[in-house]
């Protein structure tokens, strides 16, 4: 039964770098645009230099 | 000092050299603004790297960003950089573009309360299934310290989760509370305190059963209905707002001869504004110098122009058509004409709003019911088992059961599925109980002038007229923005017609356009001006000095979609009424064309009112369909109303839907997909029924583990988001 001391830390953990990184994309605007961004990624023009 | 003095005469680096515009940002003389322009015809990625290419090669303009899913394109710009300019180059790009009133949209502050939710929603998610995970251990037989420890874990993530995403509950049924009334979010909360209070107490005392899970799947639920409803109403607010802040309420007035250009809402009576051809009256005034003409359709709902002269009142609202007018302000902002039509629709629009929805009045039947059964529930145990901790156990299980996650889910679910559906065709639903009004709609009147018909004239007798008038009067009609003019220079030029080199071309305000050709004089004009004998029919004439006047004339150009959308509403049932401020004969003709029996021709505003609140009174629900300031008493009369995108300001405000497209079909979609949707509300109300049926005796009994909770909770919630998705 020690395995649960870590693996539900190791869960937890991992679950909540998801929740992090959700925050992180929700906080940076990532979600303002869903259908302008599907479209950009077929453009190849900014492959070398991405746009802001 | 030293080290402007070694930049201005030897560049430290040679970049800055290579950088243009370098001085001047140090130098402190740029100011940048911030540009919104509407883009409504983008659809690829092309269009969008078009656009951003064209903007950033505009002298001035820093950085231009387009999104593509509100269609609009945000431009930093320097201070002296007019959008109008900018507008004209996406033009002669091929893009549409129109400037919006960065004021009037407060997308920044209504994006913030949607991360907002759906943060929360995240963290409840992410808690669920944790907590979920955990609890299917002790469900599969987890024992003793296990289940103490599992129980323990679950406690420690479950109450900072429903402290952070149950907020929105807590602090509605705190506001319902303090005002001494119940809604759906008291039962709510209540359901959720109690399964974490009962929970906790469980695991102080090594119980077997603790509803962590099912507080945290209730918070998850609900919030997921919370922020579906949300996002409809933030996507038709936010297209609303667009509507209202494409026209820039700007006037231009005259102080001393010198024009100065300030907002509709400072002028005063008294003041004196320019209004130049193709502008909005922005006040109600006389005018003072100048001859025009005047298009009142949206007024009146006549097509013909007005001519204008000195002296003569004018309402806010008309456009001038060819010369610029001096007006002397008589009311302006509040006291004007339009904003009068404005309150009347506010006072329509309050009485339109008792219409209670489907939903509160599910949540009136629902929130003492629940509440009267989880006290009998408690009370009884603990008068037969004496036992108030078994008694509150079951209370609280009651509570859970009930409670209305496929409520909470049923409408919202169902009116984003439906709305989203109809944007796609191009109406946009203001009203979140626009879509159950719509659906009990047996009646459809529409207006006929820019609603049924496009509002722009088209000209008819082209094949009619010799090729040398054709010529000629291409020639002039060019030197002028006249809408009779500007129909015939684009239906002359899709001829293929060439202009007959012409000198001397000026434009004689309120008359039309004159020159010289050979030596001869050249007039297209009003009849009296040429020297004809004025028709019935809306026409223009042009006169080759020794000849007989040749008229061109002009009707009205049916609006794409509405002989389709009077055929399938009379398929769905429902009576089509056409009520017109036009002229007898125009309406006969185009009531014919449209298969429409019941018409009437010069309606007044205040007839049309009456003619739809007559209809209800005799137990009809009337859609009114209209875009005119003539129609908007009727549209705030009516059950439901539709007003296409190029309606006046206040007709949008007072109608339920906006048509975004040219096409009027959608509206007999719109019927369609409504009726549809509230019978899938009304359904997924019986499925919520069904499964308390089944799960409330459960919980009563005392046999509602947090098993069976979760089960019944999360198929209850399921099944209802999947019979939204049925909607086609």
Redesign the interface.
């Known amino acids: 039964m020690e395995i649960l001391v870590y693996l539900i830390p190791i869960s937890l953990i991992l679950g909540g770098l998801g929740l992090g990184a959700f925050w992180w994309a929700v906080k940076s605007r990532q979600f303002d645009d869903p259908e302008g961004d599907s479209r950009r990624i077929l453009s190849d023009e900014w492959d070398d230099q991405p746009k802001p | 000092m030293d080290g402007s003095v070694e930049r201005g005469g030897l560049a430290a680096c040679p970049a800055c050299v290579a950088l243009p515009g370098m001085g001047d940002v140090a130098a402190g003389g740029v100011a940048e603004k911030e540009l919104l322009l509407s883009l409504p015809e983008i659809h690829?990625?092309?269009c969008?790297?078009g656009v951003e290419r064209v903007l950033a090669a505009q002298p001035g303009v820093a950085?231009a960003?387009?999104?593509?899913?509100?269609k609009r394109a945000t431009v930093d710009a320097e201070d002296a950089v007019e959008p109008g300019a900018l507008v004209a180059a996406l033009g002669a790009a091929g893009f549409k573009a129109q400037e919006l009133d960065a004021g009037l949209l407060s997308s920044t502050e209504a994006?913030k309360a949607g991360?907002d939710l759906?943060?929360r929603l995240?963290?409840a998610g992410?808690a669920m299934?944790?907590v979920m995970?955990?609890s299917v251990a002790v469900w599969s037989g987890a024992e003793g310290a296990?289940r103490d420890?599992f129980h323990w874990?679950s406690a420690a993530?479950a109450f900072p989760a429903v402290g952070f995403a149950g907020r929105p509950f807590f602090a509605s049924a705190a506001v319902a509370l303090k005002a001494r009334r119940l809604n759906m979010d008291v039962p709510i909360t209540l359901a959720i305190l109690l399964a974490l209070g009962t929970s906790l107490y469980e695991t102080i005392h090594s119980g077997a059963h603790a509803y962590f899970d099912a507080a945290l799947s209730l918070t998850f639920f609900l919030l997921a209905g919370r922020y579906l409803d949300y996002r409809t109403r933030a996507v038709a607010r936010s297209a609303a707002e667009e509507l209202a802040a494409l026209e820039v309420p700007r006037a231009v007035r005259l102080v001393d001869g010198a024009e100065e250009t300030v907002g509709v809402g400072e002028l005063v009576p008294g003041d004196v504004v320019l209004v130049r051809p193709g502008g909005r009256m922005p006040v109600d005034g006389v005018i003072v110098e100048g001859a025009s003409e005047l298009d009142r359709a949206l007024l009146t709902g006549e097509t013909r122009p007005v001519a204008a002269e000195v002296g003569q009142v004018v309402s806010a609202g008309e456009v001038n058509l060819t010369g610029p007018l001096t007006v002397r302000v008589t009311a302006a902002g509040k006291d004007s004409s339009l904003h009068r039509m404005a309150d009347l629709v506010a006072v329509a629009e309050s009485a339109k709003n008792k219409y209670t929805s489907l939903a509160d009045r599910a949540a009136g039947l629902y929130a003492p019911g629940v509440h009267i059964l989880s006290a009998l529930a408690g009370i009884g145990w603990f008068v037969a088992t004496m036992d108030a901790r078994v008694a509150l156990n079951i209370a609280a299980a009651v509570l859970i059961i009930t409670c209305p996650c496929a409520l909470g889910l049923a409408v919202p679910a169902v009116v984003t599925a439906a709305s989203g559906k109809l944007f796609r065709k191009g109406l946009l639903i203001k009203d979140g109980t626009a879509l159950e009004r719509l659906a009990e709609v047996s009646h459809v009147v529409f207006d006929k002038t820019g609603t049924l018909t496009m509002g722009t004239p088209d000209p008819v007798n082209l094949s009619d007229v010799p090729e040398a008038a054709k010529r000629a009067a291409l020639s002039l009609a060019m030197g002028s923005s006249h809408p009779l003019a500007v129909a015939l220079t684009g239906a002359l030029r899709a001829e293929g017609v060439l202009p007959l080199p012409v000198e001397g071309l000026r434009e004689v305000p309120g008359y039309g356009t004159e020159a010289m050709a050979d030596g001869r004089a050249l007039r297209l004009g009003r009849a009296e001006w040429v020297g004809a004998e004025a028709g019935e029919d809306t026409a223009t004439w042009l006169s080759l000095e020794g000849a007989a006047p040749v008229a061109f004339t002009f009707a009205d150009r049916l609006r794409p979609g509405a002989a389709e959308a009077v055929a399938a509403l009379t398929a769905a049932g429902c009576e089509v009424e056409l009520l017109s401020g036009d002229a007898p004969r125009a309406v006969a003709r185009f009531a014919k064309a449209l298969g429409i029996d019941t018409f009437r021709a010069g309606v007044l505003p205040a007839e049309k009112a009456a003619r739809v609140e007559a209809l209800q009174a005799g137990g009809a629900k009337v859609l009114m369909v209209g875009d005119g300031l003539n129609d908007t008493a009727a549209l705030a009369a009516a059950h439901a109303s539709v007003s296409p995108a190029t309606a006046l300001d206040a007709a949008r405000v007072a109608s339920d839907i906006v048509l975004l497209g040219e096409s009027v079909a959608p509206v007999a979609d719109a019927v369609t997909m409504s009726r549809r949707a509230v019978k899938r509300i009304r359904e997924n109300f019986q499925i919520a029924t069904a499964y308390n049926v089944i799960a409330v005796p459960l919980a009563v009994a005392g046999m509602a583990t947090p098993l069976v909770a979760a089960l019944a909770m999360s198929a209850s919630s399921i099944t209802v988001s999947l019979n939204a998705l049925r909607l086609r």
């Not at chain 2, 960003?65 to 509100?70: A, E, K, S, Y």
């Open positions: 690829c990625a092309a969008i790297s950085s960003r387009v999104n593509l899913t509100l994006d991360r759906l943060m995240a963290v992410f299934m944790n995970l955990l296990t420890l874990i993530i």
